[in-house]
């Protein structure tokens, strides 16, 4: 559901512009009636900055690492649907294996089948040399240097690994069928980009990276989104005070990625237990787009019951009307 924040107005200098942001997996806007107090203990930053999507390249070393990766020669590049999109792909090639790099935006999309065993071939052929949970982080942070990614950029605690397991059904010759031990199939990890520190809300097209590695360690598939941002405007951070009435006057939005879809509004007391700042921006960040920072206000809800309900909300970080 697109929830169109439309208390979010920048204003530049004597340009002012409606930014429209697309909070997709938000549940709509929340005004409790319960009295809302604050007893978080975290410290937030003095100020934030909103950025905005500009033009950028891959360096020629980049480049150059990325087709080695790819095991792609420039002679390789393909007709692309999109003249900023570099598409490399060999003619009729089986497995497939694909590389599409956007350099203007940042992106970079490979596909490698013949990476990972063809799950119709086993048990004839059974996965090797996939790398254990423990040696991810280490493979995707030698990705992106080859990338000239900047490494500290990454959020260092937001992880989320990835197993493509298979269970297959074998032939024992005396007791009949019998299920087999799930088999990891390729392994990876998806991390997030932060900006002065402070992490994306999600994934995708926003801002991260991830790969899978398959047989030997080689890539199964690698996508990353990182784009060159430019500081358009800097403002202090919200007082608890304002954070606290925004919420009360229905600002706040429900955040219901986290599972979570039980937000009372009549409850005894709401009260605060924490707050982190994140940046988001419109599916697809394009060129241009607007990244905003924004608050993740955690609640627990007294409803009188000895079962509190716990929830959070995303909320404005600084004040949009009084700039």
């Not at 319960?34 to 950028?56: D, F, G, I, M, R």
């Not at 979570?260 to 787009?289: H, S």
Request: neutral net charge.
């Amino acid at each position: 559901m697109k929830i169109i924040l439309s208390y979010l107005l920048i204003t530049i200098g004597s340009v002012s512009f409606f930014f429209e942001e697309t909070f997709q997996s938000f549940g709509g806007l929340y005004k409790p009636e319960a009295p809302v107090v604050w007893a978080a203990t975290n410290k937030l930053p003095e100020s934030v900055k909103v950025y905005k999507v500009v033009p950028q390249s891959f360096s020629s070393t980049a480049i150059s690492n990325l087709l080695k990766m790819a095991f792609f020669k420039l002679f390789n590049r393909q007709m692309s649907f999109d003249k900023q999109t570099w598409h490399f792909r060999y003619r009729d090639e089986y497995p497939i294996r694909i590389l599409d790099m956007t350099p203007s935006l940042g992106n970079i999309h490979y596909f490698d089948d013949n990476a990972s065993v063809d799950v119709s071939k086993m048990p004839g052929e059974m996965p090797h040399g996939v790398p254990r949970e423990d040696e991810l982080d280490k493979l995707a942070f030698a990705a992106l240097q080859k990338l000239e990614i900047n490494t500290n950029e990454i959020a260092p605690k937001i992880r989320r690994q990835m197993n493509n397991n298979v269970t297959l059904l074998g032939t024992n010759w005396t007791n009949g069928q019998v299920t087999l031990p799930p088999t990891i199939l390729f392994r990876g990890v998806w991390m997030v980009r932060q900006i002065d520190g402070i992490p994306y809300n999600d994934l995708g097209a926003r801002g991260g990276f991830s790969i899978n590695f398959g047989n030997d360690a080689k890539i199964h598939e690698m996508d990353l989104c990182w784009r060159k941002l430019e500081a358009i405007e800097t403002h202090k951070v919200a007082t608890p005070k304002q954070i606290m009435a925004w919420i009360k006057s229905g600002k706040a939005s429900r955040w219901v990625i986290d599972d979570n879809n039980e937000f009372p509004e009549k409850a005894k007391q709401l009260t605060i237990t924490n707050v982190a700042p994140y940046y988001t921006a419109p599916e697809g960040n394009p060129m241009g787009a607007t990244n905003m920072p924004f608050l993740k206000v955690e609640i627990t809800a007294d409803t009188g019951t000895t079962n509190p309900i716990s929830f959070s909300l995303a909320c404005p970080i600084f004040d949009v009307e009084n700039k």
